[in-house]
């Protein structure tokens, strides 16, 4: 069972040099997200998207972008890395998003060093 | 204020030991409530939903306090494999995280 699969899994970039982390599920939920993780704070999210075609500002989107390519895939791009973006991003996926009880399924992680 | 407030530890306890973890959030409009776990270096994984009348799950007790917007997990009979990061999750909207609480269980 794939689940939610991220890659890549570590990346060393330049400051001012752009990526995009890719993000994929086979679960077919209909809701995506994409968090950042950071030493003494909880997840944070960035971007998500409720639907397919659909995306939305987290709490802490400045510095991104995303494109929900299809209902399985979201991906985050970073387009000047700066050092404060070093960190760990985790994709995650759910059946239903806004106000459901549903959970959300996490991808294994991306760990992003920005020099 | 931090929306979701955990304890951060570490709690170090032996095997066998009760240990709780508390866990408050600042919007009353909360309507789901989760635990994850996280283990070093992965992903955080659904432990339980938590139910407005407390629910269980083998030795993990959850229990919800919507006055005092207060969560609680038990786990009871510790073992070496509980070791890890546990997050308190509140979705009033998005799901806001708790920064987590550290368990260490030792032989």
């Known amino acids: 069972n794939a689940g939610v699969t991220q890659t890549p899994k570590f990346q060393v970039l330049k400051t001012g040099q752009s990526m995009t982390l890719q993000c994929a599920q086979d679960?077919?939920?209909?809701?995506m997200y994409w968090y950042r993780q950071d030493p003494g704070m909880g997840l944070r999210l960035i971007y998500y998207?409720?639907?397919?075609?659909?995306?939305d500002k987290g709490e802490v989107p400045n510095g991104y972008n995303v494109s929900r390519l299809n209902k399985r895939e979201f991906s985050l791009r970073l387009e000047s890395a700066a050092p404060s973006q070093t960190s760990v991003y985790f994709c995650?996926?759910?059946?239903?998003?806004?106000?459901?009880?549903?959970?959300?399924?996490f991808g294994d992680g991306t760990r992003l060093s920005i020099l | 204020r931090k929306e979701v407030e955990q304890d951060p530890g570490p709690f170090n306890v032996p095997e066998g030991a009760t240990v709780a973890f508390n866990c408050t959030y600042s919007?009353?409009?909360?309507?789901?409530f989760f635990w994850y776990r996280q283990d070093c270096r992965k992903e955080p994984k659904l432990l339980m939903s938590?139910?407005?009348s407390g629910n269980e799950d083998g030795r993990f007790t959850a229990q919800l306090n919507r006055a005092s917007q207060y969560i609680s997990l038990l786990i009871r009979d510790s073992k070496l494999s509980d070791s890890a990061t546990y997050l308190c999750?509140?979705?009033?909207?998005?799901?806001?995280f708790g920064a987590g609480t550290r368990l260490t269980v030792k032989p």
């Open positions: 998207s409720a639907s397919e075609g659909t995306t």
């Open positions: 999750v509140v979705k009033p909207g998005d799901m806001r």
């Open positions: 919007n009353s409009a909360s309507q789901s």
């Open positions: 938590v139910y407005s």
């Open positions: 995650a996926s759910s059946d239903i998003g806004g106000h459901s009880n549903q959970p959300q399924h």
């Open positions: 679960m077919n939920h209909n809701s």
